[in-house]
């Protein structure tokens, strides 16, 4: 049977809603809901960066309300956590107070030097208040970069005399992380220094520094007596756990060289007091025993109001003081009114066959054949080489010099008489001959006819092969065709400088034609015969000059390791 409510059961019924009511209300007078605290990020990712880097810090927002408890904020794995974006640690914690502001906890990526790769971590949030948070962290860590980098470069250093040493050059070494020192390490021939005062076969970079700051390295070349020609070498970069890394140096190594000036600014003219020849005496080298090489070196310049206009035959002689006889070590011809400053030292020729004379007290001889008052400033130096000589001793006989001046050659195309033009010889060479040749000087002038198929007239222009004869057969032949005027450096000229003579051009050394015998000739005797090409002249002439000559002068050389006597030469 179903109980009907009593008064009492009401009343109690409206206490108990009474009390929820007030309980509700009082809680909302004082505030009291349950205490939240929000993360705006779930991850956080950072771009890959160098391991033993730090990476731009990235901001992570918090937000809590009616906390009584402080917060407690870690980070795990290759991350810190800041809250002021400067001191970062591992971990941090907020009061309650600061719990309830809107807090940004600043995060960044510290992988260590030996983490690499993709690396990830968390930051944990904790409170007596609520639930733990977490944060998703992720980076990639890359090898660390450690290298040696090379400021500027190395030249060749070019020329050096050996015994001697090079001007230094300067780079710059910076090291990249370098964990140890840093090794510079010079090859045989070049030195290295830090102060370009000290200099050795390596340098030591304390790797500290040079990571910091740029450091000079000095380098020089320093060639030995073995170092003739060219040297390459290399500076190796050392530093451990690194590959050595190489810089390439070259150099080349030349012989000691005596220098001796003798004619210097000679004025050379025809007329206004001067004249074509000029004769002094000099004191060359004194000691053959070591001398490889003697190079003549023949420089022309223009006196005031300019040079000679024409280009003109011009040679320079030693004197035999056997024979008193001058005989020709170089031949030239002169360019069109203008100087051989363009070469460096001016015409050079080796006049090495001529040791024997080129000794102690000299007497050169020196012609040009200009006719003007103007004319040229002639220096001559020679340079004494040493090194090996191919044999210690030379000695040197004329055979035929027929090269005062350009017409006073042989003449060409015209019958000739031999008592004049002696052209056959016979030849006796010492018994400790070790090496025999024939040293030929030869030139055409004169503009004689008639002009070949290409319309050259003899014997400037005409393209010949002259035989020379020994024993009556034809054993050495000379060529006289191009050589190149047009690419001669000595240009412009004023005149016809850049078409091709027969053999020689203006503004240029006349070649010497060195004739080599198979055998050292020792204890025999031969018949020379220079023979020109055959060509029979008309009389006539494409120009005033009248005639063709080939001035042309022979010696024979010869050497031995023993002191030597020279060639006896008769018709």
């Not at 000299?362 to 080489?385: C, H, K, M, N, P």
Request: proline share 4%; net charge negative.
């Amino acid at each position: 049977m179903k109980r009907k409510p009593t008064i009492l059961t009401f009343f109690y019924t409206f206490l108990a809603f009474t009390f929820l009511l007030y309980a509700c209300s009082s809680d909302e007078e004082s505030g009291t809901s349950s205490p939240t605290f929000s993360v705006n990020n779930t991850s956080v990712s950072f771009n890959a960066i160098q391991a033993g880097t730090v990476s731009s810090p990235k901001s992570v927002s918090m937000t809590g309300a009616r906390l009584t408890s402080s917060v407690s904020i870690s980070v795990s794995g290759a991350f810190e956590i800041s809250r002021d974006n400067t001191n970062y640690s591992s971990s941090l914690s907020l009061t309650a107070t600061q719990a309830n502001q809107n807090n940004t906890i600043s995060v960044r990526f510290v992988p260590s030097a030996t983490a690499l790769g993709d690396l990830t971590g968390t930051i944990t949030v904790t409170s007596n208040d609520f639930d733990t948070k977490q944060v998703a962290l992720t980076g990639t860590a890359l090898e660390i970069v450690r290298e040696i980098q090379v400021l500027g470069a190395i030249n060749d250093f070019g020329d050096v005399t050996i015994g001697t040493m090079s001007t230094a050059q300067t780079i710059q070494l910076r090291g990249i992380n370098l964990e140890n020192d840093l090794v510079a390490i010079a090859s045989e021939s070049f030195e290295v220094s830090k102060d370009n005062i000290s200099f050795g076969n390596s340098v030591t970079y304390d790797n500290e520094v040079i990571n910091t700051t740029p450091e000079n390295l000095y380098v020089r070349f320093s060639p030995t007596a073995t170092d003739l020609g060219v040297k390459v070498g290399d500076i190796v970069l050392e530093s451990i756990d690194l590959t050595d890394q190489a810089i390439a140096l070259s150099g080349t190594g030349t012989a000691v060289r005596h220098n001796y000036q003798t004619f210097d600014n000679q004025r050379i003219a025809f007329g206004g007091g001067f004249s074509q020849t000029q004769t002094n005496t000099y004191n060359l080298h004194n000691n053959m025993s070591n001398i490889e090489q003697i190079m003549m070196y023949v420089e022309l310049r223009c006196p005031t109001g300019g040079c000679n206009a024409w280009d003109v035959y011009a040679n320079i002689k030693v004197k035999d003081d056997a024979s008193g006889e001058f005989y020709e070590i170089g031949r030239y011809i002169t360019p069109y009114g203008v100087d051989n400053s363009q070469l460096t030292r001016g015409f050079e020729i080796d006049v090495t066959d001529f040791k024997s004379l080129l000794e102690g007290s000299t007497e050169l001889y020196a012609r040009i054949e200009t006719w003007g008052a103007d004319g040229w400033e002639l220096s001559v130096e020679f340079d004494y080489v040493e090194g090996t000589p191919d044999y210690e001793y030379y000695a040197i006989a004329d055979v035929i010099t027929y090269d005062d001046w350009s017409t006073s050659g042989v003449p060409y195309g015209v019958a000739i008489d031999a008592s004049t033009w002696d052209l056959t010889k016979t030849v006796s060479i010492p018994a400790n001959a070790e090496a025999t040749h024939l040293r030929t000087i030869i030139s055409g002038w004169g503009h004689a006819t008639p002009v070949d198929s290409d319309n050259r007239p003899c014997a400037e222009w005409c393209f010949r092969t002259h035989d020379v004869k020994i024993n009556g057969s034809n054993m050495f032949q000379h060529n006289m065709q191009p050589i190149g005027c047009a690419s001669n450096p000595v240009q412009p000229q004023s005149g016809n400088w850049n078409p091709d003579r027969a053999g020689w051009c203006p503004g240029m050394a006349v070649p010497v034609r060195i004739d080599q015998f198979g055998s050292a000739m020792n204890g025999s005797s031969f018949t020379f015969e220079y023979d020109y090409q055959d060509w029979t002249s008309d009389g006539g002439t494409t120009s005033g000059n009248n005639g063709a000559f080939y001035a042309t002068s022979t010696f024979v050389v010869v050497k031995s390791s023993t002191p030597i006597v020279k060639p006896t030469v008769t018709d």
